[in-house]
Structures are given as C-alpha cells and as structure tokens.
C-alpha cells in the first residue's frame, strides 16, 4: 500500500523553483515567465500549459540556459500526461546537455522518479546511483531537497527505510528559504513507522501537524491511511474507520486516485470487520473504481479481498467465486511488484559493487604491469616481493567477487522461501504449480491440488500467544513433509493455510493422501501438557475435472475448503461430485473428541 502511495506523494517533488504568481504574466519577461511556469506546474496546471505554448512560440529569444529549462518544463508535462516513454526521452536530452548542471541535476531525479513509477526499477536505481554522485556538486539548495527527496522516496519503495531516514534527515537540515520541513518529515516518520522504532507514532502525528500547517494534505492524508491500516490490522477497526471518515472529504476534494483508493479500500475492510456488509461493499467498489488502471496495487487486491469475502458470507458464491479470481490476479501482481522492486535494488547495488570491485582489479594489474617493467630495467629484488603482495591483493577481490555472486544467488533463492517454515512463499509455489502443471498436462498425467487451513488457529494466538501459533505452523510442515514425496510442491499461501500440488495422483488416492495429512496434523500435541489439539480442513481438487489450470485448481480446492470448515471442520472435502470420503480410525477418533 504504502509503496504506491509514497510514488504518488514523490511526484508532489516535480514541484516549485520559484514562489511566484501567475498573475501578470502577459507583461511578464521571458525569463520570469519560466520561473511563473515553473512554480504554478501543479497548483494551476492549466495557466503552465499556455505559458509553455506562449514561450515555445518564442523559443529564439531564449538564451541557451533558458531554452534547456523550458525543454524541461515539457519534459515535465509530457509525463504528467502519462507519456513515460516519451517524457523520459526528452528528460535524457537534458541530462546529456553541458550548459546547467543544476538543472541536469534536476532532469536526473525527475526521470528516476518516472522510472519507479512506470515499474522500471533496475533503471531507476542506477539512475539514483548517478544521482548521489552528483549531489555533492549542487550547490542550489531547492536542487538539493528534490534530489534528496527523490532518493528518500525510491528507498522507501525498495524497504531500504534506514537509507531513506537518513536522506530525510538531510533534508530537515538543508531546507531552503520558505520551504516548510513537511516533505522532510513525512519521509523521517515514515521510515520510523516501518522500522518499528519506539518514538515513531510521535514522529508521525508530528509530521502530519507539519504538513496540515502548510496545506500538504496528501502528505498528511497518506500517514493517517498508513495509520488507519495498522488499527485494522490490530483489531481497532472502529477507530480506523472513524480517523479515516473524517478525513475522506479532504481526500475526496484533492482528487488524488490512488490515495482515495487507499482510503476507500481501508474503510471498506474496517466495516467488514465491524459487520457493515453494505458499507463494506460500496467503499470497495468505489477503491476498484479509483485504482490505477491497469495496475496491480495493494488497495486493489484489498477490495476485491471485501468484495470475496462479504459474497460469500451472504451466500452469494457465482459472485464470490469472480471475486476471488480477480483477488488472486491483484494480490498475485502486486506482490510480483514488491518483489521486483527490491531484486532491483539487490541486483543495482551488487552490479555497483562488483563494478567497483573490478575497477579495482583493473588497476592492480595495471601497477604489476608497470612494476614488472621495473623490474626489466632494474630487477630490484624488493620490487618482486611487491608484485607477490599485489597479486595476493588481486586473489583476494577476485575470492571477494566470488563470494559477492554467491550472496546474490543465495538472496535470489532465499526470496522463494516463506521466512517462518522454509517451504515455498505463496509466490513461488504458483510458479512451481504452474511448471508442473505444465509437464502433467504435456504427459496427460492426473494431478491433484490440496488446500489445507488449520482450524480455530486465531484462537490459538489469542489463547497461547502468537510464539504458540507460530511453534504450530512449523510442527505442521514438519507433519506433512514425511507424507509428500520428492516430486510434490509444499507451500504456504497466507497465515495458517497451505497448498500442496500432487502430480502423478489420481482422484481417489488425492484424497487418501489429503486424508493422511490431516491425520498427520491432528496427531500433533504442539505444547507439553497436551491440552491444545491441533485440526484442519482440506480442500482438495483434481486435473480430471478441472484441467491444469493452477488458478482454477485454487479456486475449486479453495470452495472445497469452505465446505469443509461450514461441514464441521477436521476433515477432507473434494471439489468434484461423487467423490466419497476417506475416514481412519484415527481421523474418526479425532472428529469425535473434537466435537465434545
């Protein structure tokens, strides 16, 4: 969520050099035209698109320096317009011409932030590696807060929040004359809220206030969403909805989309969780209707999640069903986006290093070329123990540059894994789902998916604490692994639910097996005293049926989990008519206990 809001509040940066006002501009000389145009690009954008008509008609009276501000200025419009490709073009232009580096200085962060915004992030964090070399040279402090900020922000998409924090820092610091410190600390507090630190809440009611004073209500309106999602998340949906009711008008009357969307989609599981069906329902229609089009964003994947979820729970399952595939679609894309977002950060910063790396072995071998013809000329004995002590230097970057590789395939492999049990994150398992799927249906092969969801696990957090619950889903994997085989794919979707994908398994021994993983779990005995027991309800569904789709597997296997948990509970549900129930002794034996 926050990721995407903070790419809409950057763009806030592509903002004002100049305080000046747009009246009189008809008199105005050319050169206080480009500073008028220049300071009005978003508070008046309409008056910026004639002055840039008025000065490009008067383009040959511009001195060099002014005719390169004013191709900035386009370059500038041309993104507003939603034009990337186009916009970053000409954006390239500026930053290779000679004439001003600060405005070159500009045009850079302007493109990197276009960059992130069109989801081009390797691009956009070599970009930002230029950009830091530059900053040190600018000298024009509003230069320097865009360039900061810009920085700042694209860190904070990337989860580098101590970077970002000390980015914002620089800029509290260095603000320029007549610029508020409200950008500065929208980024200070928000890298605190996501860091967890102890003054953070302080920090962010601070940065709100800051912002409110000056009239930067986006800025203010996106921590309180960031605020309200957190109450939701723990449980205080009433207080989410009231900070966030309050506040809808302000957001409704600045027309940003994405951050209305953000407002709406938090509301909207606020009163879901409060019961507020109808409520619930429109404030997600109205977050699918303000997403960015064509994107997958958390806010999107939210409100189809309400959407899903208050169908269903008013037994409206044709249209929980549309709902939960285009659920599984956003939050699929989104978390895809999340993802790319910090490889490229990881594969920018290793290609930095291992640039640097490199250069420097570069010039090791160059002074053992340059000392071994010092050698020729004077073959000094002393020389030859500098040449050993240069190549053991070169060994050792070559071994580092080794080692760095390594890091980076192990960070790539490690982004497959959930962090808790050390199967497949839900990601990843679609992948490899979709890959076996793939080979079954080339070999026309049965396959079976299964859906396991562990019963009452909110009462376990809330009863034995969430060490409990996550002591639970480990002895859980550890249950089921000796039960699949080398070929099965074992994953965690979410929480408490699992998904394994069986090739090679025909409809009735998918439910043998689905029904020898549920024995597996509830023969487990997670504490010492054996007062908790351990259940759960599986969904399972099958090739034969449904075809190899692994979306319409999940979907189906996902059904057939529902009707197990409203049949009941422990126990085994097939998506497909006519399947009959694979019970044991000692499942039967559990089921009894269980209902006592």
């Not at 024009?140 to 860190?155: H, S, V």
């Not at 404030?283 to 699918?288: F, I, K, T």
């Not at 957090?461 to 692994?481: E, F, I, P, S």
Request: include cysteine; charged fraction near 20%.
């Amino acid at each position: 969520m926050w990721r995407r809001l903070l790419f809409a509040a950057g763009a806030l940066f592509l903002v004002p050099f100049a305080v000046s006002s747009a009246e009189n501009t008809a008199a105005a000389p050319q050169p206080a035209l480009l500073d008028v145009a220049d300071s009005i690009k978003t508070s008046d954008h309409g008056t910026f698109v004639k002055l840039l008509q008025r000065l490009e008609q008067d383009l040959p009276g511009l001195s060099p320096q002014q005719q390169w501000h004013l191709r900035y200025l386009l370059a500038w419009d041309v993104a507003y317009d939603g034009d990337y490709a186009r916009a970053n073009q000409l954006l390239d232009q500026v930053i290779a011409q000679g004439v001003d580096p600060t405005l070159r200085f500009r045009a850079t962060a302007t493109s990197m932030n276009i960059l992130g915004i069109g989801h081009r992030y390797e691009e956009a964090f070599t970009r930002l590696d230029r950009l830091l070399g530059q900053l040190p040279a600018v000298t024009d402090k509003r230069a320097r807060l865009q360039g900061l900020g810009e920085a700042a922000q694209l860190l904070m998409a990337a989860g580098q929040y101590e970077l970002a924090a000390q980015y914002a820092d620089q800029m509290l610091q260095n603000l320029p004359p007549g610029e508020g410190p409200c950008k500065g600390a929208f980024f200070k507090a928000e890298a605190a809220y996501r860091r967890s630190l102890p003054d953070a809440r302080r920090l962010v009611d601070k940065a709100i206030a800051q912002c409110v004073a000056v009239g930067e209500t986006v800025y203010a309106n996106t921590l309180r969403a960031e605020l309200a999602a957190a109450d939701v998340e723990q449980g205080h949906a009433a207080a989410a909805a009231e900070l966030l009711t309050k506040h809808y008008v302000d957001v409704q009357h600045d027309r940003y989309q994405t951050l209305i969307a953000q407002f709406d989609a938090t509301l909207a599981k606020a009163h879901l969780n409060l019961g507020n069906l109808a409520e619930a329902r429109r404030h997600a229609l109205s977050a699918v209707e303000n997403s960015v089009q064509g994107e997958f964003t958390e806010p999107l994947g939210m409100a189809y999640q309400v959407l899903y979820q208050a169908a269903r729970k008013q037994g409206d399952l044709p249209t929980a069903l549309t709902y939960l595939e285009k659920f599984m679609a956003a939050d699929k894309g989104y978390l895809d986006d999340v993802t790319a977002k910090a490889l490229a950060y990881q594969v920018v910063k290793q290609q930095v290093l291992s640039g640097r790396m490199q250069l420097d072995a570069l010039n090791k071998q160059n002074q053992i070329l340059q000392l071994q013809q010092a050698l020729d000329r004077k073959a000094v004995e002393n020389s030859r123990l500098y040449i050993v002590l240069l190549l053991m230097a070169l060994g050792f970057i070559v071994l580092w540059i080794f080692r760095l590789k390594r890091s980076q395939l192990r960070f790539m492999w490690l982004s497959r894994l959930d962090s808790l049990t050390g199967i497949c994150n839900r990601k990843h398992f679609i992948e490899e789902a979709e890959q076996a799927l793939q080979l079954a249906s080339r070999t026309r092969q049965p396959a079976a998916l299964v859906i396991i969801d562990l019963d009452h696990f909110k009462q376990i957090n809330d009863t034995y604490g969430h060490g409990v619950g996550d002591h639970v889903l480990k002895q859980t994997v550890a249950a089921c692994r000796p039960r699949l085989g080398p070929r099965d794919v074992f994953g965690r979707l979410g929480g408490e639910e699992f998904a394994v994908l069986l090739p090679d398994c025909p409809p009735d021994q998918a439910l043998a097996r689905a029904e020898r993983l549920r024995a597996a779990i509830g023969a487990l005995s997670p504490v010492e005293d054996g007062e908790l027991n351990v259940t759960a309800s599986l969904g399972v569904a099958v090739t034969a049926s449904l075809g190899y789709d692994v979306s319409e597997l999940l979907v189906r296997a996902d059904h057939a989990l529902y009707r197990a948990k409203s049949e009941g509970r422990n126990r085994v549900v097939a998506a497909w008519a006519g399947a009959v129930p694979v019970r044991t002794a000692v499942g039967e034996a559990r089921q009894a206990q269980a209902t006592l």
